[in-house]
């Protein structure tokens, strides 16, 4: 333990030098320059398996991985069904789905600040399978299933930064999923367990506390949601049929008014803040496919990024442009995909050229986020 404690250390006190600057009087002038320094993955482990949910994590300096990086941090497991993984400042939190569990972490270290019970926090009803978060204006917002489970509703809950007290809570939909922030408001997916009936995204008024519906025929099964510009995207994996085979997955457009239209197919998606990237690949399809979609333009291509076999988790680095796939690996026994094994994830550029692959990383990857900061240079 003591030795995976020491390579985290390390690797993580390089990205410190790195953001380092020069604060004599009389030197140069400097000026802050947005960086990117790695990359975090969660998996979600393997209950069949009996693994716990983990994390990982690269460091582009060094090219070097860290697997369960968590556990190496503090000499315990993440627990079981990691589902989500945000940065807001200095912090990294960690949602455990099935531990009614938010860590919070310092983003250098990985060393856990605090525990959040979401169930003390909320009670024993409304604090049930925590989903999601996003930091916002010194304050996390995250999402929770609570009454969904008994036919109810699921809530946003609200925590600030600092002391992680309860500020307050939001009633929303069916089994709310993914948030995101956008013209003042906070939009979450309802998935409604795709169930498809009580199916909506939950718009909140931060100004008000007013919270709007937006249902249409289309929104099905909402899961991830981002905004982009102006206006939110999501993610709804669609329907399934009594085989299990799935129709109707892909990206939604929300306007600021509240207008609803579908723009590209995919079962993962992420963005860069100008391009959507999508992968395609619905249980008992006909094999995958990878989209780039233009917010700008509203025009699609695709395009074949190199070795991957199954891929899981797609994401885009906000400060470089590069584009991360995180991919099962091939179980050598059975010829599928190896859900118990460690994954592995490539890098690519904006072209979709790959730079870099990176083994050992999360199990059952299901969130990524980048470990961007500042850097401050000589102007």
């Not at 899981?312 to 026994?333: C, K, L, R």
Request: glycine content about 10%; hydrophobic content about 35%.
């Amino acid at each position: 333990m003591k030795k995976y404690l020491l390579s985290f250390a390390v690797l993580m006190m390089g990205t410190a030098l790195f953001t380092a600057c020069d604060n004599e009087d009389d030197g140069p002038i400097i000026k802050p320059v947005d960086v990117s320094n790695g990359v975090f993955i969660v998996g979600s482990g393997n209950t069949r398996a009996n693994i716990d949910g983990n994390v990982s994590y690269i460091n582009y300096a060094t090219g070097a991985v860290v697997s369960n990086a968590f556990q190496a941090a503090n000499g315990k497991s993440v627990g079981k069904t990691a589902n989500y993984i945000e940065q807001y400042g200095n912090k990294l939190y960690i949602v455990v789905d099935r531990e009614a569990t938010i860590w919070v972490c310092d983003k250098q270290t990985l060393k856990v600040v605090k525990q959040i019970s979401t169930t003390d926090l909320l009670g024993a009803t409304d604090g049930l399978s925590p989903r999601a978060a996003i930091g916002h204006d010194g304050n996390l917002y995250f999402t929770c299933y609570g009454n969904s489970t008994n036919g109810g509703n699921g809530v946003v809950a609200v925590v600030d930064t600092v002391n992680f007290a309860k500020k307050t809570t939001y009633t929303v939909g069916s089994y709310p999923d993914g948030l995101t922030i956008a013209n003042g408001s906070i939009y979450v997916a309802n998935s409604d367990y795709g169930n498809v009936k009580k199916a909506s995204i939950s718009k909140i008024d931060l100004t008000s506390g007013n919270v709007a519906t937006i249902t249409d025929d289309i929104i099905t099964n909402p899961m991830q949601i981002l905004a982009v510009g102006t206006d939110v995207y999501y993610l709804d994996y669609g329907t399934y049929d009594a085989s299990w085979n799935q129709t109707g997955a892909g990206v939604r457009k929300i306007t600021a008014a509240g207008a609803v239209s579908k723009v590209v197919d995919g079962t993962a998606f992420c963005s860069d803040g100008k391009t959507i990237y999508t992968v395609y690949a619905p249980y008992g399809g006909d094999g995958t496919h990878y989209y780039k979609y233009d917010v700008a333009t509203g025009s699609k291509t695709e395009w074949t990024p190199a070795d991957i076999f199954s891929p899981a988790v797609i994401a885009a680095d906000p400060i470089t442009g590069n584009i991360f796939i995180v991919s099962y690996q091939q179980n050598p026994e059975t010829g599928y995909a190896g859900y118990a094994l460690p994954s592995y994830t490539n890098q690519y550029d904006a072209q979709g050229k790959l730079v870099k692959k990176y083994e050992g990383t999360a199990t059952g990857p299901i969130s990524v986020v980048f470990n961007t900061g500042v850097k401050y240079v000589e102007e």
